[in-house]
């Protein structure tokens, strides 16, 4: 249930409800937002016996029950957009599509820095590229792990990126959040809730990938399992699941992204990539993805994508990249959103 205050409730009248709430084994979620203060009490006892209670303290507004299986992620509890705050005026939900890209590995350090440079230059925020690699076969590369991570940190360095890297169990936590700046979940672990736990107990941004045969509401359930140990700030990332369809390696469902935009607060993102499987689609998809109203795009980019160790025929080359942001631009300005592209810079709009 939500329960709203009056505008002028006080810090005592909001520890007065919480206190109430605990004492009724519900745990209380604050949420601030720019209209309201609302608390989000989640727990397993049954509303009725706390609601009447509730109602009649003061300042206190309402009681109002949410009627989703995901509670704290859902637009009832709070109305405005969650903003995901990277830092540098980098900020995912807000008006500027914010472009992740990079390798689908690290590799090695001299193409990831290149690579990084020139996404940077054509005007992505966030450097993506995996340490910890989830490989259908036990016998592909696995990842560069640690190496890899001082790689990425290294390139941020140099570039200004922010970074993006997969997490794949929860001893990693530490870490690899002493790394990244958004702790990636891959679409195989979405329902890895020992891993879902644990990243809601600290407090870096997570991006939270669909499942590959998820329901729009498993994924939201994955993602209350981190807001409700106390992190709110995720990002969800539809990235295609599976169908019938032999053509693509998935199928990006276009229409979770204006249903997450519907059902919850959370900024949603789209990965094209691994949506299509080849490289030719991503164009096309992430314009789709962008008109739909996605937040941003999770898009692989490799310098030499033959010889790339992982997901080559999906990856854009860098000068691809750029003509697609070019591209981007116009559709992000056509539905009200911004895109700093590197025209946009050299041009010093
Ligand atoms: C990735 O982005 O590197 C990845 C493995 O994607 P997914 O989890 O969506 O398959
Ligand atoms: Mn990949």
Redesign the pocket.
């Known amino acids: 249930m939500v329960i709203v205050m009056k505008l002028d409730a006080t810090e005592k009248d909001i520890a007065k409800v919480e206190e109430k709430l605990a004492e009724h084994g519900f745990r209380a979620h604050l949420i601030r937002g720019v209209e309201r203060i609302v608390i989000g009490a989640v727990g397993e006892k049954k509303r009725e016996v706390v609601i009447d209670s509730l109602e009649m303290l003061p300042q206190v507004e309402k009681v109002v029950p949410i009627m989703s299986p995901y509670k704290l992620v859902s637009h009832t509890v709070k109305r405005e957009k969650t903003l995901i705050d990277l830092g540098d005026g980098v900020v995912v939900g807000g008006k500027e599509i914010v472009v992740m890209a990079g390798p689908?590995?690290v590799e090695n350090e001299e193409n990831l820095c290149e690579v990084a440079e020139k996404v940077a230059t054509a005007g992505a925020k966030v450097l993506r590229g995996?340490a910890f690699?989830p490989r259908t076969s036990p016998y592909s590369f696995q990842g560069l792990e640690e190496k890899g991570l001082e790689m990425m940190a290294r390139a941020r360095e140099r570039t200004g990126l922010k970074i993006v890297t997969e997490i794949i169990n929860a001893q990693d936590v530490p870490l690899v959040s002493a790394y990244a700046d958004i702790l990636q979940v891959g679409a195989r672990n979405m329902q890895n809730f020992t891993l879902l736990k644990e990243l809601g107990k600290q407090n870096r941004p997570v991006l939270l990938k669909r499942g590959l045969s998820a329901t729009i509401e498993e994924w939201l359930m994955a993602a209350e399992y981190i807001l409700s140990e106390g992190n709110y700030n995720v990002i969800l990332c539809e990235r295609g699941i599976r169908t019938f369809e032999q053509y693509t390696r998935n199928t990006l469902d276009v229409s979770a992204i204006p249903l997450v935009n519907i059902y919850s607060h959370l900024p949603v993102i789209a990965d094209p990539?691994?949506s299509s499987g080849e490289r030719r689609l991503v164009p096309a998809l992430s314009r789709a993805a962008v008109a739909a109203g996605a937040d941003g795009l999770l898009v692989?980019v490799h310098p030499y994508p033959e010889k790339a160790l992982?997901?080559g025929p999906?990856?854009l080359t860098p000068q691809d990249f750029s003509l697609l942001m070019a591209d981007l631009r116009k559709v992000a300005l056509a539905c009200g959103r911004t895109l700093t592209t590197a025209d946009e810079s050299a041009e010093g709009v």
């Open positions: 689908c590995a995996g690699k990539s691994h692989e992982c997901d999906q990856s």
